[in-house]
């Protein structure tokens, strides 16, 4: 009797071992169950996070409701499902991809309808249009729903940052920029057409889309290493299921969930938020450097929407004098921006410009001038300003600068201590190019001319030549043994006739002295105002210069040069 006991239950053993032991993959896919897997952490991000949207905050209808009763499914109705849906990726389910199911068709329903409404109105023809250019499967378009829950400007505790999750050494590695001004890793275009090539690359080595996509999520070297513990050759992500990191176990699962709560969501009664209408946007190229600010002043879009159609540009600034970039916009304001560039340019110029030279303290003053102009155009949204020189002259006058041979904008505003940008302004040009005997207005303060010992020629006007020809004419009279005739002093009025101003409410230097037709230097310089201060009270009189009492040219006899 104990003889066939052992008998039967050796019998038992061996069979169970058998089974065990025998299964295949597709079982493995279909039973696995897992209780210490980690979500990623789009999972963990709050709805109202996503709300914040510029977009959503401002074209969503009403807020998130229930359209019937909230329900889940079964796992034969998950099953079922996941079998109709027409992907080349192999979508199987199993208790994990169950789990993730419910979470989103449960306590996060909230986080469904939002992400839909942003990936069926903006992300999700980005992303169509990157993986149909690579010949990718388009169910991929839902990895960033996993990666980020569709939000631009997601940065992981890792350093992950944008739609698609980049590590900054991954996202220069493939090309893409990211430093102070610009993260290319938040700009939808850019990061989908690198995701894709990355994607390709990963499922080129690796000849499985599963783990593919698990590379994606933990890196080549870690699902390598995966590969090694697991041993015999393994090339499938389920049979590796075990030896991969406990986020990694959960990657693929959750992208078969992300599809399919994404493609099935009206049969749980989960809609996306009602948005008054898609997004049509377009894209220009910009060569200048220019601020939101300016942007927004001009073509009266606001700040919030350029921030949200182009994330890239950290601090709100497009380098674009470094090299072109891209700049997104509505559609019918791109034309706009087109036709308005000079003027967007020259909107708040003084406040958003920046120096590119700066004289130093004693070679200034060797060279006789005075660099506070270029101070004055110190870029306001750094954190702080430092003043180069409080001794700020008391009033400006307008030099003439006749370009000589193999002289460019840059040298001249190099002499003066001025900016590129400034003389450009001061003399609207919009290419930036001089020829040879043009004639150029250069603003600079009085003490400059003073200290320099340049004669001014007219009231408020030199050239720079003056004292190269007064050289050459003294050496020239040498020779000739001629006592040199004194320069006639010009005649300058110096109280020139002004009219009263009264500050009122919403009135800036920038608009009084546009409505008079003077400059700001003028009125600060009338009135005792420092050179970088803007500061004024209603009900304030300022002194206005009349128009033409600076820089005004009197009739005089000038040899035409050649």
Known sequence: MNIIKICVMTLITVTVSSVAYGQSVLDVKHTKTDDNIVPPESYEIQTQQLLENYYLKNYTAAPYKESGEPRTGNDKEYEDMLKRLPTIIEMPYNPVVGKYIDMYLGKRRDLVATMLALHNNYYGDIFVEALEREGLPLE??????????????????????????????????????VNSLVDERRDPRVASHHAAKYLKQLYNIYGDWSLAIAAYNCGPGNLNKAL????????????????????????????????????????YGIKPLVVSGKLAVDTIEVADRVHFNQISGVLDIPVEEIRLLNPQYRKDIIPGDVHPYKLALPSQQCLSYIMSRQQILDYDADKY??????????????????????????????????VIDTAVPDSIVRVTHIVKRGENLRDIAKQYGVSATDVKRWNNLRRGKVKENDELVIEIYKKTVEEASIEPLEPSTVTTDVTERSRQKQQTQSEKKKTPRPPKPATVDKKPASVTHTVKSGDTL??????????????????????????ISIGQKLKIPQKGSAGQKPKTSRKKRR
């Not at 839902?142 to 940052?161: F, H, K, M, Q, T």
């Not at 060279?367 to 750094?382: E, I, P, R």
């Open 510 to 535: 920038e608009k009084i002295a546009k409505k008079y037709g003077v400059t700001v230097a003028e009125i600060r310089a009338a009135n005792g105002i420092k050179a970088n201060s803007s500061l």
């Open 228 to 267: 090694r513990r697991a041993g015999g050759g393994k090339k499938d992500f389920w049979e590796i299921y075990d030896n991969l990191l406990p986020e990694t176990r959960g990657y693929v699962p959750i992208f078969i969930a992300a599809n399919y709560v994404m493609n099935y969501h009206n049969r």
């Open 140 to 177: 991929l378009q839902y990895l960033p729903v996993i990666e980020s829950a569709l939000n631009p400007n997601a940065v992981s505790r890792a350093g992950a940052a944008g739609l698609w999750q980049f590590m900054p050494s991954t996202a220069t590695g493939m090309g893409m920029e």
């Open 353 to 386: 410009g920046r120096r590119s030279y700066v004289a130093l303290g004693e070679q200034r003053r060797a060279n006789g001038l005075d660099n506070q102009l270029a101070a004055d155009g110190q870029t306001q949204n750094c954190d702080s300003n430092v």
